[in-house]
């Protein structure tokens, strides 16, 4: 009973073995957690078209969700860039922002979200994030940290721009550029120098000095905190804020009251496909960072149970004022740095950030929000890496392909749009891949019993038995390219008798391939040469016995290549033992060799 209910609670597995030791290091993590995400939470929430404080409301008690049923020992969980935007984009549309309306459909958004995630946990359907490739989600997290941090600029300098795409930002930004408001770019301005100084220069500046590298890290974390505390310092005693600064203004004190999101069913309608992406790219970012650090540990996080916690975080959120929050990348690093040994240093994290909310919310009515839109942009130019397309283009131009069209989609459509591009474009890649699959001719290597590819290896071919090996598994698109295929090279070898499709690289074959297997039987008996399978899966040979193809196509399923050729022709089997095994080497090619091999490398 306790390890069932603890499959549904991981908190009460981790919770048996806490000692005081854990609860040391997850209060430093906590504390160090807390001051990097005040800012972060008030700047994120602007980001989303919401007022300041929502953030924080966003980072109460949904930490306290995913402590109860997070699996991961070190992921922070709560507002993060990418998700705003998708917040604000899918928002902006349809209300003011600002309103009332505005903030109660991003309740909304986030109660769908988290329905949508305890759905997906509940049919085991973690797996359709895989459908998110990793090149189209670096390109649309550089194309959103790109989108983002050309949105803030215009709190940066003082001036008012409208445009949700990259080119309208540029050219509202460039016809502005007169109106800037100096005050505004000067706190502004100085703000992202002192931010970009301690995230890149701090730590190695106070290690020279004596610090040990640790601490130097933990103060370097607080670089933002410093900086809200300054600009609030400045706008205070210079009376900035009469001066044209704007700044955050009245928070309210107090937590927040529980209440339900207005569950209005067509407004529900038009933010589904929103809220579905939201879930998608929140649960692909939050595992991914998840399996990452556990693996650091040697730990194990389980993907279904993630959608649960996340699912809790987000309900938390949607009925204690909140937006959508998934787990953060920055912070979970800070957090797994500091030492967090347990989801109970989120819960002191919620904490933390209630204290602040109950006690020192009037402290940010002269926050500037030229430090938040800074607080911004240095964090999301972070996540830009456009070297990675370069880097992508060398290996797979296919997928490079994916990430251009993510990263222009987000640029110039949308951040839904952009995403939707390149899921659809990775998938028509893969189809089209996989529709002309790699089907060699091999040949027995001398000496061994082991196959290889005729044109990469020396190795000896039976004259009277057509090897042929298909990598690919065997499915509509690629059916009648099979059929073709084999009829090419059976007219290129006249002399055959027998022809053994080897099936070691075969995970599938569908309907569509069964049929196109049974006509290759056909044909290839018509012309007076048998079919015979080789090296088939359990799984594949599970499914062929439930069809009539090795009932009627004659011929037999070895267990290797080596003994299908063994039994169909043993002489040439006996000479390829006899023989002596020579290495690869590309050197020794043949011509038509190498221009198989290039023709390989096709994009």
Same mark, same amino acid.
């Given at each position: 009973?306790?390890?069932?209910?603890?499959?549904?609670?991981?908190?009460?597995?981790?919770?048996?073995?806490?000692?005081?030791?854990?609860?040391?290091?997850?209060?430093?993590?906590?504390?160090?957690?807390?001051?990097?995400?005040?800012?972060?939470?008030?700047?994120?929430?602007?980001?989303?078209?919401?007022?300041?404080?929502?953030?924080?409301?966003?980072?109460?008690?949904?930490?306290?969700?995913?402590?109860?049923?997070?699996?991961?020992?070190?992921?922070?969980?709560?507002?993060?860039?990418?998700?705003?935007?998708?917040?604000?984009?899918?928002?902006?549309?349809?209300?003011?922002?600002?309103?009332?309306?505005?903030?109660?459909?991003?309740?909304?958004?986030?109660?769908?979200?988290?329905?949508?995630?305890?759905?997906?946990?509940?049919?085991?359907?973690?797996?359709?994030?895989?459908?998110?490739?990793?090149?189209?989600?670096?390109?649309?997290?550089?194309?959103?940290?790109?989108?983002?941090?050309?949105?803030?600029?215009?709190?940066?300098?003082?001036?008012?721009?409208?445009?949700?795409?990259?080119?309208?930002?540029?050219?509202?930004?460039?016809?502005?550029?007169?109106?800037?408001?100096?005050?505004?770019?000067?706190?502004?301005?100085?703000?992202?120098?002192?931010?970009?100084?301690?995230?890149?220069?701090?730590?190695?500046?106070?290690?020279?000095?004596?610090?040990?590298?640790?601490?130097?890290?933990?103060?370097?974390?607080?670089?933002?905190?410093?900086?809200?505390?300054?600009?609030?310092?400045?706008?205070?005693?210079?009376?900035?804020?009469?001066?044209?600064?704007?700044?955050?203004?009245?928070?309210?004190?107090?937590?927040?009251?529980?209440?339900?999101?207005? =569950?209005?069913? #067509?407004? !529900? /309608?038009? *933010? %589904?496909?929103?809220? @579905?992406?939201?879930? $998608?790219?929140?649960?692909?970012? +939050?595992?991914?960072?998840?399996?990452?650090?556990?693996?650091?540990?040697?730990?194990?996080?389980?993907?279904?149970?993630?959608?649960?916690?996340?699912?809790?975080?987000?309900?938390?959120?949607?009925?204690?004022?909140?937006?959508?929050?998934?787990?953060?990348?920055?912070?979970?690093?800070?957090?797994?740095?500091?030492?967090?040994?347990?989801?109970?240093?989120?819960?002191?994290?919620?904490?933390?950030?209630?204290?602040?909310?109950?006690?020192?919310?009037?402290?940010?009515?002269?926050?500037?929000?030229?430090?938040?839109?800074?607080?911004?942009?240095?964090?999301?130019?972070?996540?830009?890496?456009?070297?990675?397309?370069?880097?992508?283009?060398?290996?797979?131009?296919?997928?490079?392909?994916?990430?251009?069209?993510?990263?222009?989609?987000?640029? =110039?459509?949308? #951040?839904? !749009? /952009?995403? *939707? %591009?390149?899921?659809? @474009?990775?998938?028509? $890649?893969?189809?089209?891949?996989? +529709?002309?699959?790699?089907?060699?001719?091999?040949?027995?290597?001398?000496?061994?019993?082991?196959?290889?590819?005729?044109?990469?290896?020396?190795?000896?071919?039976?004259?009277?038995?057509?090897?042929?090996?298909?990598?690919?598994?065997?499915?509509?698109?690629?059916?009648?390219?099979?059929?073709?295929?084999?009829?090419?090279?059976?007219?290129?070898?006249?002399?055959?008798?027998?022809?053994?499709?080897?099936?070691?690289?075969?995970?599938?074959?569908?309907?569509?391939?069964?049929?196109?297997?049974?006509?290759?039987?056909?044909?290839?008996?018509?012309?007076?040469?048998?079919?015979?399978?080789?090296?088939?899966?359990?799984?594949?040979?599970?499914?062929?016995?439930?069809?009539?193809?090795?009932?009627?196509?004659?011929?037999?399923?070895?267990?290797?290549?080596?003994?299908?050729? !063994?039994?169909?022709?043993?002489?040439?089997?006996?000479?390829?033992?006899?023989?002596?095994?020579?290495?690869?080497?590309?050197?020794?090619?043949?011509?038509?060799?190498?221009?198989?091999?290039?023709?390989?490398?096709?994009?």
């Amino acid at each position: 009973m306790r390890e069932r209910l603890a499959r549904y609670l991981p908190c009460l597995e981790w919770a048996r073995h806490y000692d005081r030791e854990a609860a040391g290091k997850d209060g430093l993590a906590a504390v160090i957690v807390t001051l990097m995400l005040i800012p972060q939470s008030l700047a994120y929430a602007m980001l989303a078209g919401l007022p300041p404080v929502t953030g924080l409301y966003a980072s109460i008690l949904p930490l306290l969700a995913y402590t109860l049923f997070g699996t991961s020992r070190a992921l922070a969980v709560g507002p993060v860039a990418v998700v705003s935007l998708m917040t604000a984009a899918a928002l902006g549309p349809l209300f003011p922002t600002g309103s009332a309306a505005y903030a109660g459909a991003a309740l909304l958004l986030a109660l769908l979200s988290g329905l949508l995630l305890l759905l997906m946990a509940v049919l085991r359907l973690g797996f359709l994030a895989s459908f998110l490739s990793h090149p189209v989600i670096s390109g649309f997290i550089s194309a959103s940290g790109i989108l983002i941090a050309l949105g803030q600029l215009k709190h940066i300098l003082g001036i008012q721009v409208t445009g949700e795409h990259a080119f309208e930002l540029l050219h509202g930004l460039l016809t502005g550029l007169p109106a800037t408001h100096l005050p505004t770019l000067a706190i502004g301005g100085s703000s992202l120098v002192f931010l970009f100084l301690v995230r890149n220069k701090l730590s190695g500046w106070l290690q020279a000095i004596g610090f040990t590298p640790r601490l130097a890290g933990n103060l370097a974390k607080a670089g933002p905190v410093v900086a809200l505390l300054l600009s609030i310092l400045a706008v205070s005693l210079l009376g900035l804020a009469d001066a044209g600064v704007r700044v955050v203004g009245s928070v309210p004190t107090g937590l927040p009251a529980l209440s339900l999101p207005p =569950l209005d069913l #067509v407004l !529900a /309608g038009k *933010l %589904l496909p929103a809220a @579905l992406l939201i879930s $998608l790219v929140g649960f692909v970012e +939050s595992v991914s960072v998840a399996q990452t650090l556990a693996a650091k540990r040697r730990q194990r996080i389980d993907p279904n149970q993630e959608l649960v916690a996340l699912s809790g975080a987000n309900i938390a959120a949607a009925l204690s004022g909140g937006f959508p929050v998934t787990g953060g990348f920055a912070r979970s690093v800070v957090n797994y740095d500091a030492g967090a040994q347990t989801p109970l240093a989120g819960a002191l994290t919620a904490a933390g950030i209630a204290i602040t909310v109950l006690f020192f919310a009037p402290l940010f009515h002269n926050l500037p929000q030229a430090v938040l839109a800074a607080t911004i942009i240095v964090a999301v130019l972070s996540l830009v890496d456009l070297g990675a397309l370069k880097r992508t283009w060398r290996y797979s131009r296919q997928d490079a392909a994916a990430m251009a069209a993510t990263m222009l989609g987000v640029l =110039l459509v949308g #951040v839904e !749009a /952009g995403i *939707l %591009l390149g899921v659809g @474009l990775s998938l028509l $890649l893969f189809l089209w891949r996989t +529709s002309q699959p790699h089907i060699a001719v091999v040949g027995q290597l001398p000496g061994s019993e082991h196959f290889r590819n005729v044109a990469r290896f020396a190795v000896v071919e039976s004259p009277r038995v057509l090897s042929v090996r298909v990598d690919e598994s065997l499915y509509f698109p690629n059916a009648r390219y099979l059929e073709d295929r084999i009829a090419e090279l059976v007219g290129q070898h006249p002399q055959v008798e027998h022809l053994v499709l080897m099936c070691s690289g075969v995970n599938l074959i569908d309907a569509s391939a069964l049929e196109s297997l049974e006509a290759i039987s056909e044909r290839l008996h018509a012309a007076g040469i048998q079919l015979h399978l080789s090296e088939v899966k359990g799984p594949v040979m599970d499914r062929l016995k439930h069809s009539d193809l090795l009932k009627h196509f004659g011929g037999r399923v070895f267990i290797s290549q080596f003994e299908a050729l !063994a039994e169909l022709d043993p002489q040439t089997t006996q000479r390829a033992i006899g023989e002596r095994h020579h290495e690869y080497s590309t050197s020794t090619l043949s011509q038509s060799a190498r221009k198989e091999i290039d023709s390989e490398k096709r994009p």
